[in-house]
C-alpha cells in the first residue's frame, strides 16, 4: 500500500519544486526508506535525501453554530530528488 496520501501544493512548494525538493502528505508512522521506495517507483525519478516533519493538527469553526472541528496531525515529507529529475504534479 502507498504510503504518500497527496503532494503539498502551497506557493512555497511550487518555488521549491524548481530546485527539485518535493513536499509530501504521507501516513505518520511511515519510515523514510518506504518513502523512498515509493516516492521512486510512483514517479519514476532517483530520491537523493528525504527530510520529515510533523505538522500539528489545526482547529476551526464552522457553520451558524460556529461548532469547532478538528483535524489531525500529519506526517509532511520533503523529498530532494536527483538532478535534472522532475516530478509532473508540481509542474505549473
Not at 27 to 33: A, D, F, N, V
Amino acid at each position: 500500500m502507498n504510503p504518500i496520501l497527496r503532494p503539498v501544493i502551497t506557493e512555497k512548494s511550487i518555488m521549491d519544486a524548481h530546485n527539485g525538493k518535493y513536499a509530501f502528505v504521507v501516513k505518520r508512522g511511515t519510515k523514510k526508506e518506504i518513502i523512498k521506495k515509493a516516492v521512486e517507483k510512483t514517479f519514476n525519478v532517483h530520491v537523493v535525501s528525504i527530510k520529515t516533519t510533523l505538522v500539528k493538527g489545526k482547529s476551526a469553526r464552522f457553520g451558524s453554530r460556529r461548532t469547532e472541528k478538528k483535524f489531525s496531525p500529519v506526517k509532511k515529507a520533503v523529498i530532494i530528488v536527483k538532478e535534472g529529475e522532475k516530478i509532473g504534479i508540481f509542474e505549473a
